[in-house]
Structure formats: C-alpha cells, structure tokens
C-alpha cells in the first residue's frame, strides 16, 4: 500500500508541479470514504447549518404558548432546575404576537415574517433536549456530541465518511460572520480525526481564507516551492512513516487548487439582482448574513459536502437575552430572517433543496420565566430546531414541550438521535461510522442515538 502512495506521489511531484487536478485532499477523502462509505440509499448529498449562537427563545419564534399570557407574573406550577443564572420562578409571555401560516398551519411569531411563508417546506422539532446549560458546553454538545471539547465536528465526520464531490474545495466550510461562536475553534475542529477533515473558515473582507493567498512573485516560483515541500514530506513520511504527514501534503494540495477556486466563488456579481435581493444583499441589516446564505448556496451547488454559518454580530448580545429580550430577538431574527428564507426559496426553485438539509437552531433555548423584568435564561430542557430538504418531511411537527414550554414532553428528541437522523438521510448508519482512537471506536453519537423516524421521507 505504501508503494502504491508512494507512487502516486512521485507521478504528482514530477509531473504536476503542485498544481495537479490529481489532489491527495480528494485522494485522502476518498480513501476514508470507501472505508467508511454510504450504508444505504441517500437522501441528501450536503448540509448547511444555520447556528444561532447563544440560544433562540423557543416560546418567542416557533413553540407557541397561550399559556404564557394567561398566567403572566405567576409562578411556575412545577419544580424548575438550576440553570447557569437560576432565573426568577415567574412566568413571562411573549412580548410578540404569534399567526398560523400554511397548509400546515403551523404557529410563527411575528418577528420572522418571511421565515412564515416557507413553513410548509419546514420540518419542526419542538422536543429537542440535553442536559448542558452553558454555552461553550453546549456548543460542543450541538456540534461534536460531546460536551467536552476535542471532539470532531459533525461537519467533520461527514467529510471523513463521505469525502467530497469536489477537490478543489474544502469538503467542510465555515462562514464567518463577524463573531466566533462560544465554543471557538473546536466547533469546528477535526479533532482527532486527519486534519484534512477539519472546518475551513471562509471571512468577509479582502483576506477570505487565511494563508491562502500566493506568497511568491511568480507561479513557477510558487510551483517550485511547493514541489520541494512534497518532497521533504514525502522523505519524512518514508523515514518516519508517521501517516499525519498524508494530511499535511493533502492540505498543501487542496491549498494551491484553493487558489483559483475561492475567488471565482466568491464573486457574487455575476448573481443577478432578483437573487441579491432575495437574499437581501439591498438592505444593510440583512446584507452580511444574506451574502453567506448566497455563498453556502454557491458551495452546495460545488459539491461542497457541510457548510456551517454564524449567526451575525449585531446590536444585541447575541440571541443570549438575559435582559432586553423583546429588542435583542427583533435584532437578531432581522438579521436572519429574509436571508434564510431566500436560501430555502431559491435552493427549491434551483431543484437543490431535495439534496440538501438545512438544520436551524442554537446550543439551547429560553426559559419561560423571566429573568430581570425582560429576560430569560438558558433553557436546555426543551427548545426548537427546524430542518428543510434533505428528505426531511415538510410541513411537520415533532414533539411537544410542556404547556409553558420549559420541558421536552411528547416524543423526546436528544440531540444525539438529532445526529444520527442527520447521518441516515446523508446515507450513514451512525453506529457503522467509526474511527479508532486512544484505544477504542468513537463516533458521533458515542453510544447513544437513534433515527427519528416520524420526520424522514
């Protein structure tokens, strides 16, 4: 097998320059793809995930309670757990108003007006739970399963288990918005997985991909610097035998190709001015996030397997409203609301929706009981995801909290059956896809989870 590589290698070095279209990234990924691979029939090929950072209120945007209004200031009728800031015992309604909307009459607040008009495309979990109340905990928890951090990304595995369908992009990308989630780097991390599978990160600005930019004066230049890095590494790799240095050399590889692949896609003008505003690029609210919802649109389009977005930064302390919630939810859900609509709107009119999940949705949700006059606290024990495409089912709503909406009731999904749901649709048998470390097979969902039948086609 060695030989083999070995081989290749010198083919790519010697005739290639570097600059090949036979790229060990695709190489590297495709080999673990075959040793890990598809378990059954797929009903998406990519995933953009929308990750609303600091926890959404459930009983403000999708999980309707009447209750809330008519007991307003009065105490909880149950046992309430100790959270991170042990919020007051006293019930707040929501400072929105709530419609039905769609076939599927599905209730929405009014703070998400277009999000409104695509419910029946959407697939609600209203039951999701776990049991980590802080941020960067329960970042991890909704990214890697694992509350503790180190572990690989789910956007990581699925570039492990399947590779990509496109080698001169990374097969996981994530789009920055301004603001660093609270679990930082490891919400993207490989973790102990071969580099090459972790998160790429994409930014606004002129640098959109650090240390990609060409650093010598001429092609052949850069041509020749990284053949004689190949090199060494290949030297390396055959004294050492260390096999980390196959992602080095493969991530070089993706590196150079990178080069000319990320500009192209990047340039948005060639968009015409229906999509832009559809996306809201016309509005200076909307513009940021609705340039990445357009990007994730142009990398799913490019075989890109994950995309992940951030929420945006903007006038309000994430959706973390411990304070200010009826001010801070109406920043936030401006900044989101017309851009994720206009993703799911032209990803369907394109025919891309069929192939692609869309999953929404923060580490926790709220409590309803205030905190200070206007507040709420974090809120792990019930909250609300949804999901579009894929093969989800649209118009559908899974599980129920309480009538207060404080816990998960009715059909209770963790957010390790959320994964491994994930993983079946991507054709994946969540217990199947494996990697040995320290001893033992991990995965994802550890050795929890299962499919949520009720919400797949």
Known sequence: MNQIRNSRRDFLVNAMGGFGALAFAGLVSKQSALASGRHMAAKAKSIIYLYMEGGPSQVDTFDYKPLLEKRAGQPLPFEKPSTVFNSSNKIMPSPFKFRQYGESGSWVSSVLPHLATCVDDLTFIHSMHHDVSNHSAACYMSHTGDPIAGRPSLGSWMSYGLGSENEDLPGFVVLDCGQAPSGGVFTWSSGFLPSVHAGVTFHPGKTSVEFLDRLESSPE????????????????????GD????????????????????????????????????????????????????IARRLVERGVR?????????????WDQHGGLRQGHINNCLAVDQPIAGLI???????????????????FGRTPSSQGNDGRDHNPFG?????????????????TTDDFGYYAQQDKVHLHDLHATILHQMGIDHERL???????DYRLTDVHGRVVEGIVG
């Not at 850069?222 to 050492?240: D, F, P, V, W, Y």
């Not at 494996?434 to 033992?440: A, E, L, P, S």
Request: glycine residues 10%; contains cysteine; aromatic residues 10%.
């Open 434 to 440: 494996t990697y040995r470390f320290g001893g033992r």
């Open 383 to 399: 909250y609300s995801v949804f999901l579009a495409g894929g093969g989800f089912r649209p118009g559908v709503h899974y599980g």
């Open 306 to 318: 994950f995309v992940e977005i951030f929420s945006p930064r903007v006038t309000a302390d994430r």
């Open 345 to 363: 709107k032209d990803l369907k009119s394109r025919g891309l929706l069929n192939d692609t999940i869309i999953l929404w949705g923060g580490e």
């Open 243 to 294: 096999q980390r240095l196959e992602s080095v050399i493969a991530n070089y590889e993706k590196a150079a190709r990178m080069q000319t692949a990320v500009p192209e896609l990047l340039e948005l003008r060639d968009e015409s001015q229906a999509t832009r505003k559809l996306y809201g690029l016309d509005r200076t609210e909307t513009a940021l996030f609705g340039s990445r919802c357009l």
């Open 221 to 240: 230049r850069q041509q020749a610097k990284l053949r004689s890095i190949l090199e060494l590494n290949r030297r390396g790799q055959e004294r050492t």
